[in-house]
């Protein structure tokens, strides 16, 4: 699986969207894109994930860029909820390999 | 609630005990993982089960760990002579693989198992 890198911290200011970036410049063409997140002591939570169309659920946005070396997760009105460790993760089959993630913390 | 449950949540041992942790996935996912997750990294995977077979097992930290899913339903995770460096999160996730598809599988994770050894 393609390695990941994502910056160690961001802050948002609540009700503002969140835009968290990952850098992935070794995809290969059958490997998705997936993010996840984790609240302090709970387990992962999955968020979406996307081939090379940029996709949107209830919970947030993800833009992939054309030639696939690049996304970004948005969240589109972050609360303080939204306080978490979010991991972008490349992988075409079964196990995933988690990075150390983005820590984001949303402030009042 | 029908997400992927684990039982214990949190478990404290002394060094040399053995201990098992349960993993009930979601009813209808086939597709059962282990994984490891110490103190600021990320979750690290062990192993994994297609309905009752280990299809990957070579990622298990030691043959000091073993797991099970016997039925094809819900699994263990068992820890034998447990030392001081076994202290972590031990996670679950499930997820559903339909035969002939494309994609990887989104897995779901329980809340995991907090192991503390004394």
């Known amino acids: 699986d393609a390695k990941t890198t994502q910056p160690t911290s961001m802050d948002c200011a609540e009700g503002r969207a969140a835009n968290l970036p990952c850098n992935h410049s070794t995809i290969s063409g059958n490997e998705y894109v997936y993010w996840y997140r984790q609240i302090h002591s709970q387990g992962p939570q999955y968020i979406i994930h996307g081939l090379k169309n940029n996709e949107t659920n209830e919970m947030a946005s993800l833009i992939i860029t054309e030639d696939r070396k690049s996304s970004t997760l948005i969240l589109p009105h972050a609360t303080l909820r939204d306080t978490a460790v979010y991991y972008c993760i490349v992988r075409a089959y079964n196990d995933m390999r988690f990075g150390a993630g983005t820590r984001l913390t949303v402030k009042p | 609630d029908t997400g992927v449950s684990q039982d214990p949540r949190h478990k404290i041992t002394k060094r040399g005990q053995n201990v098992t942790f349960r993993c009930d996935p979601i009813s209808e996912h086939n597709r059962l993982y282990w994984y490891r997750q110490t103190l600021g990294q990320g979750p690290e995977f062990l192993t994994y089960?297609?309905?009752?077979?280990?299809?990957?097992k070579s990622r298990l930290l030691s043959d000091r760990f073993s797991a099970e899913r016997p039925k094809g339903s819900f699994s263990t995770l068992e820890i034998q002579r447990t030392e001081q460096g076994d202290s972590a999160m031990y996670l679950c996730?499930?997820?559903?693989?339909?035969?002939?598809?494309?994609?990887?599988?989104?897995?779901?994770f329980g809340p995991g198992t907090r192991l503390t050894v004394l």
């Open positions: 996730a499930s997820s559903l693989v339909l035969a002939g598809g494309s994609s990887p599988d989104t897995q779901y």
């Open positions: 089960f297609q309905n009752e077979a280990q299809l990957e």
